[in-house]
C-alpha cells in the first residue's frame, strides 16, 4: 500500500506544463515571426478615401509578408510538436 502512495506521488511531481521550457521559447520567437509579417503586411492606405492607392499592390505585401507569415505558423507548428527533452 506503501509502495502503491509513492508511486502517485511520483506522477504527481512529473505533472507540469505539456511542453518544454525550449518548445515556450521557439513558440514565441514563432509568435515574434508572424508579429513581424503581419506589420510587413500592413500599410498601403489612402488619406482621402475618394483616391484609390497603387501602394496596396506593391512586392512587400503581396509577396514577402505571406512567405513571413507562412514561415512563421510552420514555425509555430514545429515547435509545439518538438518532443521536450528528458532532464535524467
Known amino acids: 500500500m506503501a509502495k ?45 478615401p475618394n483616391v484609390f492607392s497603387e501602394d496596396i499592390f506593391n512586392f512587400r505585401r503581396l509577396t514577402i509578408a505571406p512567405i513571413v507569415l507562412l514561415i512563421g505558423f510552420i514555425f509555430e507548428i514545429y515547435a509545439i510538436m518538438k518532443k521536450p527533452k528528458e532532464d535524467n
Not at 509513492?6 to 509568435?31: D, H, P, R, S, W
Not at 508579429?35 to 492606405?45: A, E, R, W
Open 4 to 48: 502503491k502512495v509513492k508511486e502517485v506521488k511520483t506522477a504527481n511531481e512529473t505533472a507540469g506544463f505539456a511542453l518544454g521550457k525550449e518548445n515556450y521559447k521557439l513558440m514565441a520567437i514563432g509568435f515574434a515571426i508572424i508579429v513581424v509579417g503581419f506589420i510587413l503586411l500592413s500599410g498601403g492606405g489612402s488619406d482621402d
